[in-house]
Each structure stands twice: as C-alpha cells, then as structure tokens.
C-alpha cells in the first residue's frame, strides 16, 4: 500500500508543479486552485500505468526532500519557459503603447494578474487563444509524461548545464518583445518626428491637440497591419520554449 501511494506521490508532485508554473494552467484567474488540483490528480492518474515503475522513496527522509525538491525545480523549469514566451507578448504590447499614448490605460492581465497597459493584455489574450489552438497545453503535457522516462523520479535532476540554459533562454524575452513591437515603435517614432518638425515650422501649431490622437489613431492603424506578422513570432517564442524544454529533460 505504501510503495503503490509513493507510485503516485511523486509524480503528482512534479505534475502539479508544472500546472502551476505553466501559463494559462497557473492563472489564477483562469483556472481556480480546485480545478487545478483535480486536474493534477486525474493526469497523476492516468500517467503512472504509462511511465516506469517509481521505486519507494520516504518523503519525510532527507532523500525524500532533496527528490521533492528536484521535482519542484524540474516543473517549475518546464512551465517558467513557456511563461517568459508570453512574457515577451506584454513586453511587446507595452512597448507599443507607451509611445502611442495608452501607457496609462491599464487593467489586469488575466494570465498573471497584475497590472499591464490595455495593449499588453490585447497580445496575452491573442497568444493565449493561439497556444490552445494549436494544442500547445496537450503538448506540454505530452513533455510532462515523456520526461518521466527521460529523467526519473531521484535525487538527481536538472544539471547545471540546463540551469544555464534557463537563464540565457530568458534574454529571449526582451528579443521576442521587440521584435514583435518594433515595426510599430519605428512608424510612431517617425509619426512624432514629422509632428516635432511641424512645431517647429508652425509655433502656433498645438501638438497637444493635433498630434495626440493622430498618434493614437496611427498606432491602432499600424497595430491593425502588424497582427499577421505577430502571431508568428509568438509562435515561433513558443517552438522555441517547448525545443529548450525538450533539451534540459533530455526529450
């Protein structure tokens, strides 16, 4: 009896962990916490007959620990990299609306609720659509259960050489998040550069009045023009995220 609830003990642990970590499973307001558990339990459930057998490990030893801990590092790891791909979304919508002038309208990303420009929650919603489309969650749990075999339940775990790719893959945030913005930060640079010259040949000119929503309506317009061209890249930061999982779990 005990070997069998260890059987299912330490998955669940490294199960749930993921779900917590990985976007859309880990909103809070998206999925509330009952759900979550259910949801770790009935994958827990059908995912041990598939994987090897967990040899029995005490939880409250020192070993125990020191394998709880690994786990929670492993899923932590597996669902932090999908986060920073949607991570790169807000980046880029904050990039665009702070030189258009919607820096100041603000509401709670629902993926993980804080504080974000209106735009930023635009590109969440749109990439989180997107990765449910494309079946990206079933795919993440496919990786969960394939690194079972990959990397059983011991004390070891992720090696150092993964840790470091964790960390140099999260400069790929900041490359995402410009990418995706840059066409529209180009255009509305050049936008406020004409109006700066027309204040200038024009004193009398009030830019408040004139260049303030032109600039608003020029980067809905332009925003309009880029989505083809964002989603993409979107799509691209999440291959890539799932190709850096599948390297540091050895899948």
């Known amino acids: 009896m005990v070997n069998l609830i260890s059987s299912y003990f330490w998955p669940f642990v490294r199960i749930s962990t993921v779900l917590i970590a990985a976007p859309i499973f ?5 999925v509330p916490v009952r759900v979550r558990l259910v949801l770790s339990l009935a994958i827990t459930a059908l995912v041990v007959p598939l994987i090897p057998p967990v040899a029995y490990i005490d939880p409250l030893s020192a070993t125990g620990l020191l ?5 929670i590092l492993l899923g932590v790891a597996m669902g932090f990299l999908l986060q920073l791909a949607f991570a790169a979304m807000t980046l880029g919508g904050s990039s665009i609306a702070m030189p258009m002038g919607l820096g100041f309208a603000n ?5 993980n609720g804080v504080q974000v420009p209106v735009l930023s929650t635009l590109f969440t919603i749109l990439g ?11 795919i993440l749990i496919q990786v969960v259960v394939d690194s079972f075999t990959s990397m059983p339940i011991a004390p070891v775990g992720l090696s150092s050489d993964s840790l470091m790719k964790i960390a140099l893959w999260g400069g790929r945030i900041f490359m995402g998040g410009i990418l995706i913005a840059l066409p529209a930060i180009m255009i509305i640079t050049l936008i406020n550069i004409a109006f700066g ?4 040949a024009a004193p009398q000119l009030n830019i408040f009045a ?6 608003m309506a020029a ?10 061209n964002v989603l993409p890249r979107f799509l691209e930061l999440i291959q890539q995220a799932f190709d850096t999982i599948g390297q540091i779990v050895g899948v």
Do not use: C, R
């Open 26 to 30: 880990g909103a809070a307001n998206i």
């Open 67 to 71: 394998v709880m801990l690994q786990q």
């Open 107 to 111: 509401m709670v990303d629902p993926v």
């Open 128 to 138: 989180t659509l997107l990765f449910l489309s494309v079946n990206a969650h079933l």
């Open 197 to 200: 010259i027309m204040t200038k």
């Open 210 to 215: 004139v260049g303030f929503p032109t600039t």
């Open 219 to 228: 980067g809905f317009l332009v925003i309009f023009m880029i989505l083809p």
